[in-house]
């Protein structure tokens, strides 16, 4: 095994520091309407950033803006984001297969508190061992755009046109379009899971008692039938590091 | 009425233990196969059911969702990232609105 310098982790946190500038531009345009939503949910522009630098998750705090907004319990919010992350468990795992045993505890808690889909596909795309200091430059970059998108979509939610609000509140969808499609086009099954999610979803809006609970609740019970069925008809063979 | 700050710290603890817990803990490959493979179907199931409708009803008309819905997938089936598929997403809705 190679030996880590002090001039070698500089070099890597600058890598990914620079890595992470596309990264963080794609966070704060995404994060602006996540903003709009948080403004919906009575957040003012202070918590909106806080909730998002402290929690770095697009579909979770989506997913919370809206419970907040319907004044769910703490309880129901522990839960919803839970499962709305619970995808960050998976990359963790993976994470976890790909350091070196020696990796310090604060290490891995460093690097694990940054993991959202971007920085996890980044990170884990470079070969070898994981260097934490490749993944903080990543964060370095990103993570601040991130929490000041949140913000100044809740400060500019009022002064932008509603057609425009409307336009860019679309644009998260559009994010998790292109978390999910690239899965489904290597992969038959997952594509067929997606469609299925689709109509379900689509269904339970109909169905007279899934749509009377609320929306955190309804993703909740949807993921865990539906993902329960797909790993039990298609167990996969090996999780696949990359995303 | 529910305090903000609570709803924010429950959010960001939550995030945190589940980011944090399974790399400091797990040090060997998870054994369950349903386990895995539930985990690995989550991400997928969730983003999709969060997807849709909604992505309809948040447009002024169903049509101009409809249509960003469409757009986004075909751009990210052809290779198109977080920030262009978004972007798309968003103008398509800002221009069918516009027209309809």
Known sequence: ?243 | MKNNYIYIAVMAGVSFLIRVLPLTVIRKQIKSRFLRSFLFYVPYVTLAVMTFPAIITASAHPVSGAVALVAGIILAWLGGGLFPVAILCSVTVFVIDALL
Not at chain 1, 159 to 174: D, K, M, N, W
Not at chain 1, 175 to 184: G, K
Not at chain 1, 205 to 210: I, R, T, V, Y
């Open chain 1, 1 to 243: 095994m190679q030996e880590i310098t002090r001039s070698d982790n500089r070099h890597v946190f600058a890598q990914g520091a620079r890595d992470g500038i596309p990264i963080g531009l794609g966070y704060f345009a995404v994060a602006f309407s996540l903003g709009i939503s948080a403004k919906a949910a009575g957040l003012d522009p202070l918590q909106a950033f806080l909730a998002s630098l402290l929690t770095i998750a697009s579909a979770g705090e989506y997913a919370a803006f809206t419970l907040i907004a319907a004044g769910a319990s703490y309880l129901e919010m522990a839960a919803v984001i839970f499962i709305t992350n619970c995808r960050y468990i998976l990359m963790s795992c993976a994470m976890s297969q790909r350091l070196d045993p020696a990796t310090s505890t604060g290490h891995r808690v460093g690097m694990g508190a940054f993991i959202t889909d971007e920085i996890f596909g980044a990170s884990i795309s470079r070969e070898g061992y994981l260097v934490p200091a490749y993944t903080y430059g990543l964060a370095s970059t990103s993570v601040l755009p991130w929490a000041l998108g949140t913000m100044f979509g809740v400060i500019a939610g009022n002064i932008l046109p509603s057609s425009v609000v409307t336009a860019l509140s679309v644009s998260i969808f559009g994010m998790f379009i292109a978390i999910i499609v690239p899965p489904s086009k290597k992969d038959p099954v997952v594509l067929f899971t997606v469609l299925i999610s689709f109509l379900l979803s689509w269904l339970s809006g109909k169905l007279p008692l899934l749509s009377s609970v609320s929306e955190g609740t309804r993703i909740m019970i949807l993921t865990v039938i539906i993902a329960s069925a797909a790993a039990a008809l298609f167990p996969v063979k090996e999780v696949a590091d990359e995303e």
